[in-house]
């Protein structure tokens, strides 16, 4: 039935592009688009990191074997055809025709056995092919994967654009983590400099092959053409830049608007706003491996003490909603599960558990940045609460790339790490909670071992068959995430995006896309 269904995906995505009169073609071809983004890069090596910033310029490099649509379903990308076997035990791949790599080399089966290779050793989310038996290239255009038991949720897993599994060329395999600094993907752009803290400028590929099985952009997917001649992502962490950016012309688009601005913003005929709802869950996410966050007691006394609204007014200029969870409420998969350990702002019991905890006025580490103002704020405001109960909350402030490496690579020298969940959440609750997970749980647990219960409530949103089953087990996994304080979710905001009124086919999603958008002359 799901081999059924997502051959149904695939022929109402045919059937709604083949209505269209051709595929679609440039207004106009040309240009430098300008897009200020509000954070810096820790790498452009798309399978080794999950950070926003990251993904927005290298997924206009890369692209995968499938990715999702506009509706989150999955799709077919540089895969012409996906059969599954009636036991669910073997996936086969055949791939596009035609399709080369920024270098010119033609893409071939070789080429995703080294990069699903690649990922195995090095993927940020590694844990995708945990069920994964083997793969194998039994000619130049076919790819097949073996798994060792059935999962109902593998392709789900697979077409996520969370940290996907990019496809790069064989002689990458064994590049080690972060260090792809010359990145050659399939995508409709191409790099030509980075420069950290400063700018990464992108230029069309001309050689790209777009997707014929469809006629319009759809999702990350379907039919994509590069009408721009560049596109250069330039690096603008302060809020007022930006702004002034976008109102000069001297930034085309930007990545986000405060909320302050908008008013005078919505009166300048050239400029549009794009609001984008649920935009991501701001989140703390604690270092269970250091003392004193590896106490429970510590953690539940920092939890009791919040108060929400508080810290995502300042997070967000007001323009956020309270959500317990890691799904948002308009999704089919949100629960509540946990709702009784959320947005306590109870001093007292807070007090009772730090007594309780033998606490001794160590330091609690608060690690954040200030390209990500929401990130800063919400952890300014959280140490003022932290204080007011007796706790010796200190803040780290690095920029958003050292931020990431600090977290990822270390245990010691930071109790919170302050961040957005955004992407994750809008794919589903399978992406959310994979963070929750080694080889990258971000709670980091001692000596890198998941908490049982956690994997276990893990293991069967991936694996049990009914539906409803999975669902209850991601319910599970969440209670016990906010029971054990292994994240703490503070609520979701509006992120509003922006362009100027010369700018045309930019639509927002959770990654700015760069194919199929155009300047008029």
Known sequence: MRRLTLTLMAGLGLAATHAQAAPFKCPSIGGDFVFGQEANINTLDQMTSATISTRNIAMNIYESLMTRDDNNNPILELADSMTEAPDHLTFTFKLRQGVKFHNGKALTSADVVASFDRYAKVGNQRSTLDNVKGWDAPDPMTFVMHMK??????IEALSSFSVPIVIIPAENRDVPAQQLTNPIGTGPFQLVESVPGSFVKLKRYDGYQPNTHFEVRTGF??????????????????PGARVAGLKTGELQGVEDLPTKSL??????????????????????????????????????????????????????????????????????????????????????????????????????????????????????????????????????????????QLMQNTTEGWNFHFTGWGTQPALGSLA???????????????????????????????????????????????KLVLEKVYAIPFGSFTKVQGVRSNVGGFVPFRIPRMANVWLTH
């Open 149 to 154: 038991v059935a999962q109902p949720t593998f």
């Open 221 to 238: 997917g379907g039919y994509k053409q590069a009408c721009l001649d560049t596109v250069t992502f330039r690096i603008v962490t302060e």
């Open 263 to 404: 008013p005078d913003l919505k009166k300048d005929p050239k400029v549009t706003i794009l609001p984008l709802n649920n935009w991501w869950i701001q989140i703390a996410n604690p270092n269970t491996s250091a003392p004193p966050t590896d106490n429970l007691l510590v953690r539940k006394a920092i939890q009791a003490a919040l108060d929400m609204d508080e810290i995502m007014d300042a997070a967000s200029d007001g323009n956020y909603k309270l959500n317990v969870g890691f799904q948002y409420p308009n999704q089919p998969t949100y629960t509540d599960a946990g709702k009784e350990t959320y947005n306590l702002h109870n001093a007292d019991l807070a007090k009772k558990y730090l007594t309780e905890a033998g606490y001794k006025g160590e330091p609690v580490i608060l690690l954040t940045n200030k390209d990500y103002p929401p990130m800063y704020n919400s952890a300014l405001v959280m140490q003022q609460q932290l204080q007011a109960v007796g706790i010796n909350a200190q803040m780290k402030v690095v920029d958003w790339p050292t931020s990431v």
């Open 432 to 478: 959310t909670m994979q963070f929750l997970v080694q080889p990258n749980a971000t709670y980091k647990p001692k000596g890198g071992v998941d908490d049982p219960e956690v994997l276990a409530a893990w293991k069967g949103m991936n694996d049990l068959p009914a539906a409803a089953d999975r669902q209850a087990a991601f319910a599970k996994m969440q």
